[in-house]
């Protein structure tokens, strides 16, 4: 099983960017899809992107297309997200996921290891 370890989550500005990054040990990594998840209190855990084992697809949740950036690096075994123009409702913990297959994961269903979460706070 993929262990998973979150960081670069923080308080940013409205407007501001965070790259949160997830390292994974194992040597599946490079062989496995990879997502962000994020998850507000009293709220159901949500995607927010997911990229296949090659990086060649990725996915991203509509409402922060454009902003939103997801990539990896499979030499170093780590999947980024790099999040710019901030909003308030971008406010969340976020999760790092490891999927079963090669897909880019398309929900939690998929997802077959999680990181710990990192918290991003945006304030207004």
């Known amino acids: 099983q993929v262990q998973l370890v979150e960081s670069g989550g923080g308080l940013v500005q409205a407007g501001g960017s965070l790259r949160l990054s997830c390292a994974a040990s194992?040597?599946?990594?490079?062989?496995?899809?990879m997502g962000w998840f994020r998850q507000t209190p009293g709220k159901e855990r949500e995607f927010v992107a997911a990229?296949?084992?090659?990086?060649?697809?990725?996915v991203i949740k509509n409402s922060v297309k454009g902003r939103f950036t997801i990539s990896r690096d499979n030499a170093k075994n780590t999947v980024y997200l790099q999040m710019n123009s901030l909003k308030s409702e971008d406010t969340a913990v976020y999760y790092c996921?490891?999927?079963?297959?090669?897909?880019?994961?398309?929900?939690?269903?998929?997802?077959?290891?999680w990181g710990q979460g990192t918290q991003v706070t945006v304030s207004s």
């Open positions: 990229i296949s084992w090659s990086g060649g697809t990725t």
């Open positions: 194992g040597h599946t990594f490079s062989s496995i899809g």
């Open positions: 996921a490891a999927g079963r297959r090669p897909d880019a994961l398309g929900s939690e269903a998929d997802a077959g290891s």
